[in-house]
């Protein structure tokens, strides 16, 4: 049984291996698969990796499509966004070939993806927050008819992760052969039992602001914060786009209003909504890709896209959404102009 | 552009039609508030037309929804205003002046491949022609 053989569904299994020879024994036959079907066919993975591959595949290597990890959606909303625009582009370009060369299928196609998160170097929130999206992908990209297969390097890994590998993902691959994950967890389940750290609180003197649904007055306010934290040019118009995008969510729900308070701390600018007495209890909420239909938290998600944090909490109090973005320190923008947003 | 007369204008979102091309100027800030205002202009404006315009370059803010209901004036979920959702009808979108941000958010959410959307980049002042038809990949 191969992990590409039905079609309609995502489908996400995990690969722990050992050694050179464990990857490949996974990855190439994958792939291998998917250029036979005539699938789109990516793999995203480390250089290491990316080159394995590549010698053990000869000549079909040139027709999969690849992308180093690192640079594959720079955070989880972005990744999640990366494979569904991979699925929804390549896809949707095979339906009309498809359909204009006399064959059945004229819908979207199956396309598969070798996927390697990268682990090495992240810090405890960052490797709890691409834990969680490795598990909220079962529920996010369910309509997209994608095959793939995250590999884990147990050479490097913490036990840790291994494990959560293995709650995370509905299958587990060793060479060919695919079964049932025993320790996969229902992913709203785990969304619950995996929180993440409770937000920061704001400083005693952060700036704030009673947003009572104005979002002129919102976006005043952002704005001037902006400027103030030096935050500039195109920088400055997406975080008030973020941010009041964020607002416009909130006044839809009750009790509506928020209080939004903004601080500079090294590294980032944040802003952070509480609404007291609010809840927010969907756990992928901001996750899912905005599409011309509209979806409900289409402004979060966008939110998501632009910031490198957005962090979502609801307890007892109410519910909290937290958003960073680069200070006026950041350089990597310098260095690389359009390498946080789409050139 | 030889013409154009005020559709809506609530002193935050001002649109106007323009005759030549046809289609819309349309200027301030696109939220919640002044959606329904966009939209209203939208149905007027499109109303027969078989390619649209819209000048951009006096757009202050707009939000996700703002941006969907400009990118949907082609037809693309199915529906679109003055189109017949029977019959699938389409029509070319031509967006012009893009702000830069909106640009960029184009490009995240992935709209700016929408079949029928033509996005003019060349610099403003240009004169825009006539795409022709919405099939072909038209340069403005």
């Not at chain 1, 010698?55 to 720079?74: P, Q």
């Not at chain 1, 490198?308 to 519910?319: N, V």
């Amino acid at each position: 049984m191969s992990i590409g053989a039905s079609t309609g569904t995502f489908q996400h299994g995990v690969c722990v291996y050992d050694d050179d020879r464990q990857f490949l024994e996974a990855a190439v036959p994958f792939l291998a698969e998917g250029l036979a079907l005539g699938e789109p066919t990516l793999a995203v993975t480390t250089p290491a990796n990316l080159e394995l591959m590549s010698a053990a595949l000869g000549k079909r290597a040139g027709e999969v499509d690849y992308a180093e990890s690192a640079f594959f959606g720079r955070r989880p909303p972005q990744r999640v966004a990366a494979f569904y625009r991979y699925w929804k582009t390549r896809a949707a370009a095979r339906g009309r070939a498809n359909s204009e060369n006399g064959g059945t299928a004229g819908g979207p196609a199956r396309v598969r993806v070798l996927a390697e998160p990268v682990w090495a170097g992240r810090s405890a929130r960052e490797i709890a927050a691409w834990t969680r999206m490795e598990s909220a992908l079962n529920v996010v990209l369910a309509p997209a008819s994608i095959s793939m297969i995250c590999p884990y390097d147990a050479r490097t890994l913490g036990a840790d992760i291994v494990a959560d590998a293995l709650c995370t993902h509905p299958a587990a691959i060793t060479g060919e052969r695919l079964s049932p994950s025993a320790r996969y967890a229902d992913p709203a389940a785990f969304a619950r039992s995996h929180p993440g750290a409770p937000l920061a609180a704001p400083p005693a003197d952060a700036a704030a602001f009673a947003f009572d649904g104005d979002l002129r007055a919102l976006r005043r306010f952002i704005s001037e914060r902006a400027a103030e934290y030096g935050v500039e040019g195109d920088r400055a118009d997406m975080l008030v786009l973020a941010v009041s995008e964020v607002g416009a969510y909130l006044k839809r729900r009750p009790p509506g209003g928020a209080v939004l308070r903004t601080w500079e701390q090294p590294g980032a600018v944040v802003c952070d909504f509480r609404q007291p007495g609010g809840s927010i209890d969907d756990p992928f909420l901001g996750l899912r890709p905005a599409e011309l239909e509209p979806g409900d938290g289409d402004g979060l998600w966008l939110a998501n896209q632009i910031c490198d944090w957005m962090e979502i909490r609801s307890g007892a109090d109410g519910c909290a959404v937290q958003l960073q973005v680069p200070s006026r320190r950041d350089q990597e923008m310098v260095a690389q102009p359009g390498i946080r947003y789409p050139a | 552009m030889t013409s154009s007369y005020a559709v809506y204008d609530d002193g935050v979102l001002r649109i106007t039609s323009t005759a030549n091309p046809p289609g819309l100027a349309i200027s301030g800030e696109i939220d919640e508030s002044t959606y329904p205002g966009l939209l209203s202009a939208l149905e007027r404006g499109a109303d027969g037309r078989a390619e649209m315009h819209f000048s951009l370059g006096g757009l202050k803010y707009c939000d996700l929804a703002g941006l969907r209901a400009i990118v949907c004036a082609t037809g693309a979920d199915g529906g679109g205003p003055g189109l017949d959702r029977r019959h699938g009808e389409r029509r070319a979108v031509v967006l012009h002046e893009i702000p830069p941000q909106l640009m960029t958010v184009l490009r995240i959410v992935g709209w700016d491949t929408t079949p029928g959307l033509v996005l003019d980049t060349q610099a403003s002042g240009a004169e825009p022609r006539s795409v022709g038809n919405m099939h072909g990949s038209a340069v403005v």
